[in-house]
Each structure stands twice: as C-alpha cells, then as structure tokens.
C-alpha cells in the first residue's frame, strides 16, 4: 500500500503570495490532517477533514485554510504569506481516533 | 484539553547503551498514546501506540513503552540503542474514542535523541 504522499516536498514563496499544498492519503483513509512544523512551536495541529467535512480546526489565522476532494485527497492554502509561516507542512491520513495516523514526508515551506 | 510534556529535549547516549525518553501527558478524558519517531528531512513514522489493553508495548526494532495511569506518563525506553536509532522522538495523545475529537494529536516538543559511538 501506497504511504502519505505529499507535493510539492519543497517550495519557495514571496511574502504576500498565496500557496496550496496537496496530499494524498493512504487508500482507504477518510481523514485527512495538517499540521505545521516549526523549529520554535514544535508541531501544531492546523485542521482536521473527514468525508469532506472539516472535523477539527486548531488556532490559526483565517489565511490557512483546506478543502477535501471525493477521494480523500486534500489541499491546504495559506494567502497572503508572512515570514512566520515558513515551516514544515505535514499532512497525516488516519481511519478514526481508534486507529494512529500515518504521515507524509511534508513540503518545506519557505517564504521570503 | 489535552497537553504533552517531554522535560528532556535532548538525550546524549553511547551507542550498547539503554535510554529513556520521559513522557508525561495531562488530559480530563481517556486518551490514546503515541511515539513517533523522525528523521532528518522525513516525515513522523510511527514507533509504538497504546490503544487499550497490556500497559506494555513493544515496536519492531526494540523500543517499548509502558502506560502509567497514576502517573500520566508513557515513558520510551530501549535497553541498548544503535547509531541508527539518532532521531527526533515525539509523544502524542489522542482522546479516546470520541468521533467528533476526530484524529487530532497533541504532540510534545519532542526530545532529541543523539547516539554516539
């Protein structure tokens, strides 16, 4: 079985630009999560989607924001890029909270 | 709420030498616990989860962790560690069985473990 897949693995942006990053889920998976990945915050939880419904939301800006597809493959936006949001995005598929999630590799994000 | 404490952010060990990596977690509700282990430039592979049942569990490449109720830890140890097993080791926890919680972790800052031969 095919693991996380993750695109792009790195990417370089320009504060103010927008950027979607995409995720592809273990086959069979329902859910969908990221996370942010950052020398100084550690690993926060960003959201949360499930059938194509966000389940779960953590405390970030409105900016970050995703959506989920009728294959369970899920992309995640950030717009108006700041200096701050550079950081390893890590996308984690999982089968419900009995069950643990599977990571991708993540994009590095770096905005300068 | 849920919260994860890992005191010791990095960990120092000659290689042949047992570790242990200090995990405590706080939370109102019964929660599921979790290891996962990262490599430069990788992702989270995970080493070992507690779910329900024996308090004591083992991963494939000799790591175990037991489940302390009373003391709200799930600590990691190995009795004799390799050059390979050099990684970042973060504990999670998840709240148990509750649909709407979702597949939400709470991750400790992780510790890093650094083996020297």
């Known amino acids: 079985k095919a693991g996380v897949t993750q695109t792009p693995r790195y990417l370089i942006k320009t504060r103010g630009q927008q950027v979607t990053l995409s995720c592809s889920p273990i086959?069979?998976?329902?859910?969908v999560s990221w996370y942010q990945q950052t020398p100084g915050q550690g690993l926060q939880f960003l959201f949360e989607?499930?059938?194509?419904?966000?389940?779960n939301k953590g405390n970030f800006p409105g900016r970050f924001s995703g959506r989920q597809f009728s294959n369970s493959r899920s992309e995640m936006n950030v717009s108006t890029l700041e200096l701050g949001d550079s950081a390893l995005y890590l996308c984690?598929?999982?089968?419900?909270?009995?069950?643990?999630?599977?990571f991708g590799n993540g994009t590095r994000l770096t905005v300068t | 709420a849920q919260s994860v404490t890992q005191l010791d952010s990095q960990v120092p060990v000659f290689e042949e030498a047992p570790v242990e990596l200090r995990c405590n977690y706080s939370?109102?509700?019964?929660?599921?616990l979790f290891w996962y282990v990262q490599y430069p430039n990788q992702g989270l592979q995970l080493l070992l989860k507690?779910?329900?049942?024996?308090?004591l569990v083992e991963s494939i490449n000799g790591f175990e962790a037991e489940f302390n109720k009373s003391q709200t830890s799930f600590h990691l140890r190995k009795p004799s560690v390799h050059i390979s097993d050099t990684a970042e080791y973060f504990c999670?926890?998840?709240?148990?069985?509750?649909?709407?919680?979702?597949?939400?972790?709470?991750f400790g800052t992780g510790t890093r473990l650094a083996v020297r031969p």
């Open positions: 507690y779910l329900s049942g024996s308090t």
């Open positions: 939370s109102s509700v019964s929660v599921y």
């Open positions: 999670a926890v998840s709240e148990r069985g509750k649909k709407s919680s979702g597949d939400k972790l709470t």
């Open positions: 086959s069979g998976h329902r859910s």
């Open positions: 989607y499930f059938s194509e419904t966000q389940r």
């Open positions: 984690a598929s999982g089968q419900g909270s009995d069950s643990p999630l599977h």
